[in-house]
């Protein structure tokens, strides 16, 4: 057994044989991906590397496509290049086709690259891991917002067994076309009757970027939601969002979104060194130190 290392000290030296993995985005500076898997290479013990790749959009497929050249065992994908991602893949599985978005790539033993998408697996276990008992199936779903993470979001309700997902959200073009492409039990409600949309549902998420710091908050009336539902909000920082103080303090359950980051981060990490890793409270409270 390989002596566990304690993240904060100094972690493993790397070896001619290191595993190297990271993230592509640009800007790329505020990720967290780089302190969560940092943090489980060292307890693993693992002789692998997880870094930053600060990569413009003009560059992004270039860059892709370099990984098996430089020996990478693949990267995380995140803005802006998700859904370009999955036009440079050489294979992408269906949920990432579904999703419209690839945001975790593995490099194949011939040097092709997979494209795979973990965001609904991650929005899923945080569910599952905040609110034992919750199931997909106990009713109407509803998402505020039609975006990226809505999608994923969506993709992964519906594979749970949602019977109905109400899409909420400003531009309604942008809620059509996701319902256009994902199908299913979709209803789409307008912005201004997202009170409306909360009536009998078992579950209301927002995955919009209202209430992020910097953002506008979220303005929203809870008194229709029942109190048995579980309310979610992807929005991490900061961790407890209005949102979530409002549905606590009504007696709602409530699931915060760090959980989201670090859950989509374990199917990669497997990938690329071999180890399952485990979402603990201790990684949250190392990830949470980080600023940003
Ligand atoms: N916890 C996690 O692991 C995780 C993972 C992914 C994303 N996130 C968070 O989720 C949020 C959304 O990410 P995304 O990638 O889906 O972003 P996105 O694709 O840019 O979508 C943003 C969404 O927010 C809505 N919105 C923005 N400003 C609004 C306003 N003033 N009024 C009403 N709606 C507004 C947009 O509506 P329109 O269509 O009308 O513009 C759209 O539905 C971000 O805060 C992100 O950090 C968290």
């Known amino acids: 057994m390989t002596e566990v290392q304690r993240p904060g000290t100094i972690g493993l030296t790397l070896s001619g044989r290191s595993r190297v993995a990271g993230v592509m985005g640009w800007p790329v500076a505020h990720s967290r991906s780089p302190r969560l ?13 997880y870094v930053p790749l600060p990569v413009q959009p003009v560059h992004f497929a270039a860059a892709l496509r370099a ?19 999955l036009g ?14 690839v945001n975790t790539v593995v490099v194949a033993p011939d040097g092709t690259l997979d494209g795979r998408n973990s965001d609904g697996f991650g929005f899923i276990e945080n569910l599952r891991a905040g609110v034992p008992n919750w199931s997909a199936a106990a009713g109407p779903a509803v998402l505020l917002g ?12 519906l594979d ?10 400003r531009t309604i073009e942008r809620a059509e076309r996701l319902s256009k492409d994902i199908g299913g039990p979709l209803r789409i409600h307008d912005w201004a009757d997202r009170t409306g949309a909360l009536v009998d549902a078992a579950l209301l998420v927002n995955t919009t970027t209202l209430g992020m710091s910097g953002q506008p908050p979220l303005v929203l009336a809870l008194d229709r939601l029942p109190t048995g539902a579980v309310v979610n909000d992807i929005v991490y920082s900061p961790l407890q ?11 709602n359950a409530v699931v915060d979104g760090l959980g989201m980051l670090l859950h989509q981060a374990r199917p990669g990490f497997a990938a690329w060194f071999g180890v399952e890793p485990a979402v603990t409270p201790e990684l949250r409270r190392f990830v949470l130190e980080a600023p940003g």
């Open 37 to 49: 898997h940092g943090y489980w290479l060292r307890i693993y013990g693992i002789d692998g590397a």
């Open 67 to 85: 990984l098996p050249m430089l020996g990478f065992a693949g990267v995380n994908v995140t803005v802006p290049h998700k859904e370009a991602a």
């Open 88 to 101: 440079v893949v050489d294979r992408s599985d269906p949920t990432a086709r579904r999703i419209g978005a």
């Open 146 to 157: 039609a975006g990226g993470a809505a999608r994923a979001s969506a993709v992964a309700l």
């Open 160 to 169: 749970a067994g949602a019977p109905e997902i109400r899409i909420v959200n």
């Open 241 to 251: 969002t209005e949102l979530l103080a409002a549905a606590k303090a009504r007696g």
